[in-house]
Nanobody, 128 residues
Framework: QVNLEESGGGSVQSGGSLRLSCKVS????????MGWWRQVPGKEREGVAT???????RYLESVKGRFTISQDNARTTLLLQMDNLQPDDTGMYYCAADPAVNKCPVLTGTAGGGMDYWGQGTQVTVSS
């Protein structure tokens, strides 16, 4: 059974930084698409950053240059370093995984429908 567990959310002021972690367990396939999505109540979920086992990384346009997605060497933890946070970055952040490698480039910026596995989310709040 695949399990994703996010941590690292919190409240910061504009310009601050946070580092989100997603611990991945039970995922045994070498091929993957993984990423971070965020959602604000009343708005559609949007894909913030994705990476796949081919090494392709994609970012939502509004976070380019501020967010960095990565994995640890063991590929058990997905990370999202968020710098220069802005109030518009506020939301519940979810990590997701799927064995279909090609989903990642396509689903960045979208609601991520079709991703097989999701975590419970971690809240990020940025105040001005």
């Amino acid at each position: 059974q695949v399990n994703l567990e996010e941590s690292g959310g919190g409240s910061v002021q504009s310009g601050g930084s946070l580092r989100l972690s997603c611990k991945v367990s039970g995922y045994t396939r070498s091929e993957f698409c993984m990423g971070w999505w965020r959602q604000v109540p009343g708005k559609e979920r949007e894909g913030v950053a994705t990476l796949n086992s081919d090494g392709i990384i994609r970012y939502l346009e509004s976070v380019k240059g501020r967010f960095t997605i990565s994995q640890d060497n063991a590929r058990t933890t997905l990370l999202l370093q968020m710098d220069n946070l802005q109030p518009d970055d506020t939301g519940m952040y979810y990590c997701a995984a799927d064995p279909a490698v090609n989903k990642c480039p396509v689903l960045t910026g979208t609601a991520g429908g079709g991703m097989d596995y999701w975590g419970q989310g971690t809240q990020v709040t940025v105040s001005s």
